[in-house]
């Protein structure tokens, strides 16, 4: 299992406190659930196998945001900015 920590910041590059993450595509099914980031728009999510990844952070005022990550080893860090 990896380990992937992030922030979620708006588009002036704030902090996006409140953001929903959750896995939008993966290697294996994944539970349809959402983490929401603290004050300072941080986040820990885990991938239960390597291999490719989609994270989305999603808010009602600020928009979307989405990445590909490959998730290899035990530890990835990623930024996500909405928009």
């Known amino acids: 299992m990896s380990l992937v920590q992030g922030r979620v910041i708006d588009a002036q590059?704030?902090?996006a406190a409140g953001a929903r993450v959750s896995w939008a595509a993966g290697p294996v099914d994944l539970p349809?659930?959402?983490l929401m980031t603290d004050a300072q728009g941080h986040f820990s999510l885990a991938a239960p196998v390597p291999g490719r990844y989609t994270l989305r952070a999603d808010t009602d005022a600020q928009g979307s945001a989405s990445v590909?990550?490959?998730v290899a080893g035990p530890r990835l860090q990623v930024e996500l900015r909405l928009g």
């Open 13 to 15: 590059g704030q902090p």
């Open 32 to 34: 349809d659930m959402a």
């Open 68 to 70: 590909q990550l490959d």
